[in-house]
């Protein structure tokens, strides 16, 4: 019997694992879920106003700054001194926060985008 000298390739003597297959897929979420990394900050959902939009109590939400507001989009608000998420609706002149409670912005009140709300990430157990 020769032996050779080469070295020789290790091999499992276990069962195969099925994830082996998938060992070489990697997903960065940095890449997939963030557009601008400077502009781009994370909260986390306090409430149920916005679960029509499938935004639950504690999930983590992903805002960039740079996008600008859009009508229908969803959005870190300050209104009135006060924080809150809700989908921006614009008809006319008049501006709505719209949730399961709808707050009408007036012409006397103070309205700030803070930043579009691009993801929202949830805990499923």
Not at 56 to 61: E, N, R
Request: charged share 25%; aromatic share 8%; with cysteine.
């Amino acid at each position: 019997m020769k032996i050779l000298s080469k070295q020789l390739p290790s091999i499992n003597c276990g069962f195969p694992s099925p994830a082996e297959d998938f060992t070489e897929l990697r997903i960065s979420l940095d890449e997939n879920l963030i557009k601008d990394r400077e502009a781009t900050f994370f909260v986390r959902a306090n409430g149920h106003s916005m679960e029509q939009d499938g935004i639950s109590d504690g999930d983590l939400l992903i805002v960039d700054r740079s996008i600008e507001p859009f009508n229908g989009c969803v959005a870190v608000c300050y209104v009135d001194n006060e924080f809150t998420v809700k989908r921006v609706v614009k008809k006319g002149d008049r501006v709505q926060l719209v949730g399961s409670r709808t707050i009408e912005v007036n012409e006397g009140s103070e309205l700030f985008v803070w930043g579009v709300v691009t993801y929202a990430v949830k805990r499923i157990s």
